[in-house]
Structure formats: C-alpha cells, structure tokens
C-alpha cells in the first residue's frame, strides 16, 4: 500500500490537488518573506523559490513574478529591501492524477492583503 | 460582496475547510522551523505557534506538540537546539460554516518524512 | 581545550560579545519576519522571540517591543497581519566574560531601514 | 554625517566587518532553513543565498556549500528534503574600509552544531 492510499483515501483527486497547491502556497510564503533582494537579484530569488517548492508532493510548477512598484516603494537607502507578502504573485499548479488545481496568491488592494485562493481546477 | 462570495465561490465548504487548513500548515511549519528551542522554552514556543496561525482565515484552533525524544537526539553542546519538521505534530482545525477539517503534521518513520495530511473531516 | 579556546582565540572579549550579538540579532529578525499576529497575540509572539533567542551561545537578555502604530497601519481585512522589520524594537544583551554588548534593531525613518547597531558595550 | 557616522562611530573598523559579517550569517541561516530541495535544486538555491546576502551593509561575498553526505541522510520518500543547519558550509566575506572579515558556519561534530566563528580577519 502507498502512501497515497493510506493517508489520502478519504479525499478525492480534486480536493488533494487542492490540499497540496496551498500546503505549498503557505510553505513558500512564509519560508521567502524577508530575504534581502533588490531588482538585480530577483532573478536568482524567483528560480529559487520556483525550483524548490516544485519538489513538493503534487506540484507540477511554480511562477512567481515580484512586483517591480511595491519593490520601488520600499526600497531603503542600502539599495535592497526585504520580501515581503504585497510584493508577490505566484501561481502553483498542483496535479492529482487528471485534476490541476491552479492555487494563486495575489495582492488585494480591498482587503488589504495578499490573498491566497484557487484560482482555477481544471478536470 | 463579501470576499468569500468574490474569491471562493468555485469551490464547496469542504474544500475550503481543505484549503485552508493546508495554507496555515504548510504556512506554520516553514515560518517555526528553526527557531532554537530547549525543553525550557517549549511551552513559549508551542503558543506562539498556536495563537499566530489561529489567526488565520478560518483556523479555529491550532494544537502543537513537540517530540522530546527527537528533541533529546538533537540536543547540541550548547543546551539547545533548532526546530526540524520531525520533531512536531500539528493539528490544525479549519472551519467553513458547518464543515470542520483536522489537518495534521506527522513525522512517518517509514517515509523518513513529516507528512501532512487531512486526518478528519466532519459535516 | 573547550570551544572558546578553538574557535574564538583569534577575536577578544568584546570582538565576540558584538558577534554574538550580531548573529542573534540578524537569526531573530529572519526567523520571526512573516509570522501573523494581532495586538492580542503580540504577548506570546514577544515571549517566544525572546525566550528562544536568549538561549544562543552568550545571550544574556533580550527585549522586544512591536511598534502598535505600524501595526494599526498593516491591519488586514482579516484582523492580522505579518511581522515585518519596520515594527520591531528589539534589544540584545550579549555578554563575554566582563564585557557587555547591547545589539539594537530599530526603524530609522531617515533610512526607510530597520537598521542594526551596537547600541552600547560596557567594559 | 552618514550612517556610519552617526551610528557606527563607537566601534572599530574591525569590530564592524565582525558584526556586519555576524548579522547576514545569522539572517542567512534563520531565512533559507527548511527550503525544500535536493541535488538537482543546490545550484539555485545556492545562487539565491549567495546573491541575496551579499546585498547586506559591508557583505562583499557570501559562498555556500551543501553537504551532499548529509543531504543523502535525510533523503526522504519524496525525493527532497528541507535544508538544515548542519548540511550549510557558509563564509561570508565582510569588508569595512580596510578590514576584511571572513565568517564561517561549519557543522562540528564533536559539538553536534553548527558553528558560526571569525574565520580570518585582514587588516
């Protein structure tokens, strides 16, 4: 018996692609939140956070784009500034079998907020 | 329109009880894990991580416990030692309307990995 | 031969007090930067802070403070928000033998920067 | 009156290049411990604690090393695992002025920790 059989046997498809897409989405948040970056190193930052919580069980890619204004804004007089949860977009694509689930999180001016939520499932 | 109608609507209570219990576990173990701890401090530790991450949208409550003996193996010459995903087990209960969602952390032996899976869901 | 005659023969007593300092201070900063909290949690979240940080090699005492203001200006439709480098006044205390260091981190508007010193070493 | 001037004028050259060096290895460790990754990710995750460090005040260079004995160790089921203290090999080159600082971590066994010392210093 797999892994996937004994602990994932009272969900469907549909609901562990969810599950895993925003395990992810919570993990990658707060494991990049105050790494010093500036517009020179969001190249290196971005494939970073990509590749690593691509490694995750279920997930089948990772965009992250990092907004150049909020960077602006918070920029400091030692030339970088902190990562912070207003500065991401990212998109997880997570796959259970013939289900994706596209989990975003995103900056919600209303709410003050970066808002994680499931932007898309697709079966 | 509240956000729960603008931004969830595609998905049923479960699957948000789902969502969001995923988003605070995943979210809980890459915020603490390194945090220097010692069996003094343990009970600081274990509140702070419950009381932040019941914060969170729709987390109703957040039961943290530390392994001692994974704690004792660890144990540096300094009388203390850093956080790793082995050493907790996290319950995380998430609730939408009338769904309730047990999300759990557990490290499995013969996966050499902290899992985390929905142990429970009542309706 | 114990581990200060090994590793630390090369710096004096007040050399390690201010490097000890420094490596709590900047752990501390990017350890707890990202964790929820609200003016209700700050309690428990400024009791782990210090009590986990205190227990690195040399750490006498620290202090936290959380700016409410900054705080009050972060609030979320969601009634918390992220710690972050702005809202935090923390304050080190690291002693080596008969030397103390005092390790600060303080907003610096002038800088837009939560900037690191030494805030005082008492010989 | 610069930064320096106005906050750093009761400390040496040589006492700054320790403390700045000291704050970025402490903020290093603390930001990128529990990164999900495995022998395929280490170029860029290397690359992201590199680039990103060297932003801090005074940071010159920062190289890194993962222990691959130490990452077969923790290999997990799900081919990944989460960066820990002992598998990092870090120096971080501080320069202030004429002063060059070289701050290590190193896992010692016979302290079963990871180590942050004054490596070199050049004057």
Same mark, same amino acid.
């Given at each position: 018996m797999d892994s996937k059989e004994k602990y994932f046997s009272n969900i469907s498809n549909r609901e562990r692609a969810i599950f895993e897409g925003a395990i992810s989405m919570g993990a990658l948040f707060h494991q990049f939140v105050g790494t010093p970056f500036n517009k020179k190193t969001i190249p290196s930052l971005e494939k *970073? =956070? &990509?590749e690593s919580f691509?490694?995750?069980?279920?997930?089948d890619k990772v965009e992250v784009s990092i907004d150049l204004d909020r960077? $602006?804004? *918070? =920029?400091? !007089?030692? &030339?970088y500034t902190s990562l912070s949860g207003d500065m991401i977009d990212v998109k997880i694509y997570s796959k259970v &079998? $013939?289900?994706l689930a596209v989990i975003r999180i995103k900056f919600? !001016? &209303?709410l003050n907020y970066p808002l994680m939520f499931v932007e898309e499932i697709i079966e």
């Amino acid at each position: 018996m797999d892994s996937k059989e004994k602990y994932f046997s009272n969900i469907s498809n549909r609901e562990r692609a969810i599950f895993e897409g925003a395990i992810s989405m919570g993990a990658l948040f707060h494991q990049f939140v105050g790494t010093p970056f500036n517009k020179k190193t969001i190249p290196s930052l971005e494939k *970073a =956070m &990509e590749e690593s919580f691509t490694l995750q069980p279920c997930i089948d890619k990772v965009e992250v784009s990092i907004d150049l204004d909020r960077l $602006d804004k *918070a =920029m400091t !007089e030692f &030339e970088y500034t902190s990562l912070s949860g207003d500065m991401i977009d990212v998109k997880i694509y997570s796959k259970v &079998e $013939d289900v994706l689930a596209v989990i975003r999180i995103k900056f919600i !001016e &209303e709410l003050n907020y970066p808002l994680m939520f499931v932007e898309e499932i697709i079966e």
